[in-house]
Nanobody
């Protein structure tokens, strides 16, 4: 079992930055690929980014490529999402997720085993 708790969301102006954190319980955190998803009001949950074991490889949705960076610190059992150049369309609840699968292109929520409760990110224009 893995429990995930996100933090770091908030209200920011367009062009600003936020860093989301996701703290995981359990001693096997390093064996999971970790992903970030988001869900805007009235829309389906959408993939944002994923990172593999040890953080050697990452994959991003086209909508955030070049602006967002996913990273992990296995010593702290934490995965991060650094979000720069934020846009109003980035407004959503952001969720972190863990998967025991080992393919980097893990862009569907059904591929993930554990989910956090989400953190709200609001970008004002």
């Amino acid at each position: 079992q893995v429990q995930l708790v996100e933090s770091g969301g908030g209200l920011v102006q367009a062009g600003g930055s936020l860093r989301l954190s996701c703290a995981a319980s359990g001693r096997t955190f390093s064996s999971y690929y970790m992903g970030w998803f988001r869900q805007a009001p009235g829309k389906e949950r959408a993939f944002v980014a994923v990172i593999n074991w040890r953080g050697g490889s990452t994959y991003y949705a086209d909508s955030v490529k070049g602006r967002f960076t996913i990273s992990r610190d296995d010593a702290k059992n934490t995965v991060y999402l650094q979000m720069n150049s934020l846009k109003p369309e980035d407004t959503a609840v952001y969720y972190c997720a863990a998967t025991s699968r080992s393919a980097l292109v893990l862009t569907h929520g059904a591929q993930y085993d554990y989910w956090g409760q989400g953190t709200q990110v609001t970008v004002s224009s």
